[in-house]
T-cell receptor, first 116, second 111 residues
Framework: NAGVMQNPRHLVRRRGQEARLRCSPM?????VYWYRQLPEEGLKFMVY????????ESGMPKERFSAEFPKEGPSILRIQQVVRGDSAAYFC??????????????FGPGTRLLVL | SQELEQSPQSLIVQEGKNLTINCTSS?????LYWYKQKYGEGLIFLMM?????EEKSHEKITAKLDEKKQQSSLHITASQPSHAGIYLC???????????FGAGTRLTVKP
């Protein structure tokens, strides 16, 4: 059973370009979470999605960032008009049911975004 | 909001030595997760603790959630270079999928 997959593993963008990060959850998992890890900082929750629904996006910046989890295909985290401060590692996690008590989130390897 | 503080921030030990990492919460923990992050890589789930006093082991790593459920400790016995990495404790304090993490403990094991 393959784990959570993220691609690309490394992404370099120039300021003003768009970054698209993909996350394929573990087989059988319908809940996806995105986290951001800034250099020398901890992991911060961004958004929680189920298939075709955004459940909680309280941790996501209001501008330039969007996320989706379509019925078919991977979850996408999209960052428009990237700035240098967006440089970070973006981790995706998945779980088979709603997270929280007793439900482990399994993490992908992360996508390291570098904005030049 | 729930704050998770980890100590120490970094730890350097000689191979074969035992070590302990602590995670202290400002609020009661209703579930605590330990993850390991290898340098430049993703997070690996180690274990989850739910009940006060609960103790779980995975290979040479043991974690415990204290009775008052505001602190967890991770203990590694006879450390090896493969144990090196960043250990993160995490909790979902409001059971709403917004997992919070500690800042991590960076472990180096010298051969």
């Amino acid at each position: 059973n393959a784990g959570v997959m993220q691609n690309p593993r490394h992404l370099v963008r120039r300021r003003g370009q768009e970054a698209r990060l993909r996350c394929s959850p573990m087989k059988g998992h319908s809940h996806v979470y995105w986290y951001r890890q800034l250099p020398e900082e901890g992991l911060k929750f961004m958004v929680y999605l189920q298939k075709e629904n955004i459940i909680d996006e309280s941790g996501m910046p209001k501008e330039r960032f969007s996320a989706e989890f379509p019925k078919e295909g991977p979850s996408i985290l999209r960052i428009q008009q990237v700035v240098r401060g967006d440089s970070a590692a973006y981790f995706c996690a998945s779980s088979p049911k709603q997270g929280g008590l007793g439900e482990t989130q399994y993490f992908g390897p992360g996508t390291r975004l570098l904005v030049l | 909001s729930q704050e998770l503080e980890q100590s120490p921030q970094s730890l350097i030990v000689q191979e074969g030595k035992n070590l302990t990492i602590n995670c202290t919460s400002s609020k009661t923990l209703y579930g605590l997760y330990w993850y390991k992050q290898k340098y430049g890589e993703g997070l690996i789930f180690l274990m989850m603790l739910q009940k006060g006093g609960e103790e779980k082991s995975h290979e040479k790593i043991t974690a415990k959630l204290d009775e008052k459920k505001q602190q967890s400790s991770l203990h590694i016995t006879a450390s090896q270079p493969s144990h090196a990495g960043i250990y993160l404790c995490g909790a979902d304090p409001y059971n709403n999928n917004d997992m919070r993490f500690g800042a991590g403990t960076r472990l180096t094991v010298k051969p």
